[in-house]
């Protein structure tokens, strides 16, 4: 194939440029951006509520327009999913990012306006290739393919108005891409939004085994599973045997660091990049423009407005928000956003560091609250909870306690969730039916938890182990924090709490023993 590389470099270097001016200038970009959203916003419903119309700058906003999480605007979004026109954005939205819930639902809906798909992530999309591009005078990124992974429109949602398409927001923007795209990526549009997974990897193994592929873009939990395919199907050692002029992996959604050595065992180290980035379905946010520096620049101008919330207030109404010029290097912040797919100063749930204030440069430190995204699942604790008081309904269980984390892929076994529970009543049937039936529930509970468990193929049924009583008090002491404000972390996003848990454990089972 023809190297397009060096006639795409102008077509991406203003996206540096406009990087770089931001230097100094971050208060007058990101208000140009509010003024915009505002103006947009004028005539919608929530814009005639909060009277948008009469707001003068970033501090009446924020003292007028409540932070509003997802279930205070669910019904306003299952309005629009039904064909209601300007309500959190002007017009009629017709194309919506399911995603695992919140409290109030097993899955949350959030709206892709045409002003979303431009602004955010494709402009978004375009500043990831642009930065690559900067780093790489010698890249040839357009010399084959790109190798995108996307989901599909599965969902839950019954009689949607016809031309309304709900389902992940990798296959909204797939479906709605430009189709001068398309002679640079793969697969096909039929086989990228393919629901059954089943059927799916094959069909994308097929699909890239004999392509020319140059970079791949995707969720790494996914893309390990896949990319062990291709090796397998070609009889391969590495991607690389395969795909030799493979030099980019574009990566996010998930933490990369467990799965590095990972992809080091299958790929040829001299030859591959990794570049991080900030998406989700409520917008594009930064991207890593140093590979130095693993922090990420936030992108100033790309449909979204941040506010930053310290983590103590992350629950209030009106907390002390500051936006991002008046940000401190070094804080960790709750992100709050305001954007151009209707969502109004809406909590993320993640929280950021800020590593650079001029240019702006963040790192994603966690969540809000307790959760597993090992694998894109995107479990809370109220799924958790939830499912567990259902599964012990079903076997006649009682629980005292528990936790859980993951346990990560390896070259011989699939990743997996492991729960630690103090039972006070042993299931009926023992601790295998207990785990199919938690692991079921937890499937009814969240939306992203089920397509990652659907077939067994990204994420393997959910192993669980019995504590001895006691375990976790005796847990709690050890971190001198039994008595008082005494949590046990329902979950964790990795292993450092479940492993010394799992070393008490031990320690408890051999004294029973010895004692018998």
Request: a neutral charge; one cysteine or more.
């Amino acid at each position: 194939m023809f190297d397009f590389t060096p006639l795409a470099r102008p077509i991406f270097a203003p996206k540096i440029r406009a990087c770089r001016s931001w230097v100094g200038n971050s208060a007058v970009v990101q208000r140009r951006e509010l003024e915009w959203l505002l103006r947009k916003g004028l005539h919608t419903l929530i814009g005639e509520k909060y009277g948008f119309r009469s707001i003068r700058g970033y501090d009446d906003f924020a003292s007028r327009v409540p932070v509003m999480p997802y279930g205070k605007i669910r019904g306003m979004v299952m309005d629009m999913i039904s064909g209601g026109k300007d309500i959190l954005w002007p017009g009629v939205t017709r194309s919506f990012a399911q995603s695992s819930g919140t409290s109030d639902g097993k899955s949350k809906y959030i709206p892709v306006t045409r002003d979303s798909f431009s602004r955010q992530h494709y402009r978004g999309g375009a500043y990831v290739v642009a930065s690559y591009l900067d780093l790489y005078p010698d890249s040839r990124l357009f010399s084959g393919k790109a190798f995108i992974l996307g989901g599909s429109f599965s969902n839950e949602l019954s009689g949607l108005p016809p031309g309304v398409r709900v389902g992940d927001l990798s296959a909204n923007l797939i479906a709605n891409i430009n189709p001068l795209a398309n002679a640079f990526r793969v697969p096909s549009k039929d086989v990228a939004l393919m629901s059954d997974w089943e059927e799916k990897l094959p069909a994308l193994t097929d699909a890239a085994i004999g392509q020319d592929i140059t970079n791949i873009s995707g969720v790494p939990s996914w893309f390990l599973t896949l990319l062990r395919s291709v090796i397998a199907k070609a009889g391969a050692s590495t991607i690389h045997d395969v795909w030799p002029n493979l030099e980019v992996f574009f990566h996010g959604g998930i933490a990369f660091g467990p799965y590095r050595e990972q992809y080091r065992a299958i790929t040829d180290s001299s030859k591959m990049r990794y570049l991080e980035t900030y998406n989700a379905s409520e917008g594009f946010f930064a991207v890593q423009t140093d590979m130095e520096d693993s922090s990420m620049q936030l992108l100033l101008d790309a449909g979204t407005f941040y506010e930053f919330v310290p983590a103590g207030q992350a629950d209030e109404e009106f907390p002390e928000a500051v936006p991002v010029w008046k940000v401190e290097e070094g804080e960790t912040y709750a992100l709050v956003i305001t954007a151009c797919n209707g969502l109004w100063r809406y909590p993320l749930g993640d929280t950021v560091t800020v590593k650079s204030v001029d240019p702006l440069k963040i790192v994603i430190a966690g969540r809000t609250k307790h959760y597993i995204n090992a694998f894109g699942e995107e479990l809370m604790v109220h799924n958790a909870d939830a499912a567990i008081t259902r599964a012990c309904g079903l076997t006649g269980a009682r629980v005292a306690n528990y936790t859980a984390a993951p346990v990560y892929t390896t070259g011989s076994s699939r990743g997996h969730h492991q729960w630690l529970i103090e039972f006070t009543e042993m299931p009926e049937g023992g601790l295998e039916v207990f785990a199919d039936t938690l692991d079921r529930c937890l499937q009814q509970e969240n939306s992203d938890y089920q397509a990652k468990r659907t077939h067994d193929i990204f994420l393997a049924r959910l192993k669980v182990e019995a504590a001895c009583e006691g375990l976790f008090d005796r847990w709690l002491a050890s971190t001198g924090k039994l008595g008082g404000q005494r949590k046990v972390p329902r979950l964790c996003n990795d292993r450092h709490f479940i492993e010394p848990m799992l070393d008490i454990n031990r320690e408890l089972h051999d004294m029973k023993n010895k004692n018998m």
